[in-house]
């Protein structure tokens, strides 16, 4: 029997009580495998509400990261992959930050994905959307690198490598040919403004452009993308992009079929990864039962088939198939949407439908 580790982080607000409903659908899409495959979770927290209880930081480089320890991340090290709901980041005070970034850099996380699909009886702006948002994780305008100059000027250094650049490039032409549906990669840049630093970024993506014969580089600037999005989205399939552009596009990306309350994302490493909702910690919705949780639950669909390719497990690629085929499902029949989408089903009642399907 194949015995797969989980580290489960349900974080902050609405967290706690998506972890625990998709955990439900994950065990109940597993139980058709439990001769051949077993599912451990270990769930650990991190985040702003277990900092306002225990205090615990970690300091790295001088930076104050809330929430989290080095106990924890050793309970992590022995997982496969992750699957994270959200944390609060926003809410720490001045002197502090997410513990997020730290989760990252210790698995070495270096490519952030977000689908976005259109679903069966969801808001899409056109019927055959079908593409990802592939966001550079380890370097850009993202990382805070910022220092005072004088007269209270500031400056934000922007830091692109040939190193991370190829290896996102990589990506990104693989994640074309797997989908095999228009096999495209957007190369999404502002080289016209800053021409050495968006310049070598988009070069390296030519150069490994060459490896992938089968498939076709398009260069855009970040200024063109948000009107292809609306006017032509079923023309993209794999958009690639830096980190900071990256983060302020993916809401857009979401919001052309759905939103946030569907939108899963996928966070690569080598060997690691992890698995969240594209959505916060809506703590506005904290114990109300009406958070959606399909995003937290896609996202779940999507670690059990990297799993599976990783462990060679026909078994995991199955429960993520078996996972999507079930949210799709309700979706169509309409019955149990939460508020996001127009209904009034709550959280529970939407993940009972999802475990219904799966029997």
């Given at each position: 029997?194949?015995?797969?580790?989980?580290?489960?982080?349900?974080?902050?607000?609405?967290?706690?009580?998506?972890?625990?409903?998709?955990?439900?659908?994950?065990?109940?899409?597993?139980?058709?495998?439990?001769d051949r495959l077993k599912l451990d979770f270990v769930e650990k927290n991190i985040g702003y509400e277990l900092w306002q209880e225990t205090g615990e930081y970690l300091e790295i480089n001088g930076i104050k990261h809330g929430?989290?320890?080095?106990?924890?991340?050793?309970?992590?090290?022995?997982?496969?992959?992750?699957?994270?709901?959200?944390?609060?980041?926003?809410?720490?005070?001045?002197?502090?930050?997410?513990?997020?970034?730290?989760?990252?850099?210790?698995?070495?996380?270096?490519?952030?994905?977000?689908?976005?699909?259109?679903?069966?009886?969801?808001?899409?702006?056109?019927?055959?959307?079908?593409?990802?948002?592939?966001?550079?994780?380890?370097?850009?305008?993202?990382?805070?690198?910022?220092?005072?100059?004088?007269?209270?000027?500031?400056?934000?250094?922007?830091?692109?490598?040939?190193?991370?650049?190829?290896?996102?490039?990589?990506?990104?032409?693989?994640?074309?040919?797997?989908?095999?549906?228009?096999?495209?990669?957007?190369?999404?840049?502002?080289?016209?403004?800053?021409?050495?630093?968006?310049?070598?970024?988009?070069?390296?993506?030519?150069?490994?452009?060459?490896?992938?014969?089968?498939c076709s580089l398009v260069d855009m600037h970040t200024d063109v993308l948000p009107y292809e999005l609306i006017i032509a989205p079923e023309k993209l399939d794999v958009i690639a992009t830096t980190n900071m552009y990256g983060d302020a596009i993916s809401g857009e990306v979401a919001g052309i079929c759905g939103g946030l309350g569907i939108a899963p994302s996928g966070e690569y490493g080598v060997d690691?990864?992890?698995?969240?909702?594209?959505?916060?910690?809506?703590?506005?919705?904290?114990?109300?039962?009406?958070?959606?949780?399909?995003?937290?639950?896609?996202?779940?669909?999507?670690?059990?088939?990297?799993?599976?390719?990783?462990?060679?497990?026909?078994?995991?690629?199955?429960?993520?198939?078996?996972?999507?085929?079930?949210?799709?499902?309700?979706?169509?029949?309409?019955?149990?949407?939460?508020?996001?989408?127009?209904?009034?089903?709550?959280?529970?009642?939407?993940?009972?439908?999802?475990?219904?399907?799966?029997?």
């Open positions: 029997m194949k015995n797969i580790r989980i580290a489960v982080v349900p974080g902050d607000g609405i967290g706690p009580e998506i972890s625990k409903v998709t955990l439900d659908v994950l065990a109940e899409a597993a139980s058709s495998f439990k929430g989290i320890s080095e106990d924890i991340l050793k309970c992590y090290d022995s997982t496969d992959a992750m699957l994270y709901v959200a944390t609060s980041g926003g809410s720490f005070p001045q002197g502090f930050l997410t513990p997020f970034p730290v989760v990252r850099r210790r698995y070495g996380i270096f490519a952030n994905v977000r689908p976005a699909k259109t679903l069966p009886n969801v808001f899409s702006i056109k019927s055959d959307i079908d593409l990802v948002l592939v966001r550079e994780q380890t370097e850009g305008l993202w990382m805070g690198k910022e220092h005072g100059v004088e007269n209270e000027v500031m400056h934000a250094q922007v830091t692109i490598s040939r190193k991370a650049t190829e290896r996102l490039a990589e990506f990104s032409f693989e994640l074309a040919r797997s989908r095999n549906r228009l096999k495209k990669v957007v190369c999404v840049h502002k080289n016209n403004v800053l021409p050495k630093a968006f310049g070598l970024f988009l070069n390296v993506f030519k150069e490994v452009s060459h490896k992938y014969v089968d690691y990864a992890i698995f969240r909702p594209v959505h916060g910690s809506a703590p506005d919705l904290k114990g109300k039962d009406v958070a959606n949780p399909i995003a937290t639950i896609l996202s779940a669909a999507m670690m059990m088939e990297w799993l599976g390719d990783k462990h060679h497990s026909a078994e995991a690629c199955r429960i993520g198939n078996r996972i999507r085929q079930a949210v799709e499902s309700v979706l169509k029949d309409g019955k149990f949407m939460t508020p996001d989408l127009g209904g009034t089903a709550s959280t529970d009642m939407v993940a009972q439908a999802i475990i219904d399907s799966l029997k």
